[in-house]
């Protein structure tokens, strides 16, 4: 949307009222303890040369408690879930309608994401990611990614692989052409609203 003058006024406003500043604070202190435990803790796993797959769900359960802070800090104070997952479900698609989606999902359940290949390029949030043992896909060349998906989803000792058959962030208002990995297996697929 567009936005008058006195719609940023108002939106500076309520920053104050509603203790934004306060609120980066947290969300940067939360961040940087986050990611300077978990990077630890990774790091101390590999040294000692433990299999990280068998620790893998406690150093995300420790991250929750340090992510939910930055998405309290953000605004999103309920996550509310209904219906059941299924367990059977190798596959979960979502539609991507924000950048925080993944950090909501990881929230309410241990997942394995389909992530761009550009974030493995970014120092800090790469080893961020690489705890939820991603599958990275360059998008913009459609060579054996899929094989790996679905190679992955065949593996029953892993998470169930979280897919954002778009690709891309899209606000809802379009349908963008799906991204088919998901769908050439015989597994379940679930989806998620």
Known sequence: PFFKWYHRIYQVLMFFIFLG???LILLIISFIICCTITISIVAILKTLKCDLNKYRH???AH??????IFLFCLGIGWIHVEGEFDEDARFMICNHIGLLDPIIMIQ????????KKEFSEIPI???MIDVCDPIYVERSKP?????KIISQAEDKSKDQIMIFPEGTVCNGNYMLK???SAFLTNYKVQPIV
Do not use: E, K
């Not at 060579?143 to 094989?147: A, E, I, L, V």
């Open 58 to 60: 406690m150093i995300i």
């Open 178 to 180: 799906f991204h088919r």
């Open 143 to 147: 060579c054996g990614y899929t094989n």
């Open 125 to 127: 949030i790469h080893d």
């Open 108 to 115: 309410i359940r241990y997942l394995s994401f389909v992530i």
């Open 63 to 68: 991250a929750r408690f340090w992510l939910r």
């Open 21 to 23: 500043p306060i609120r």
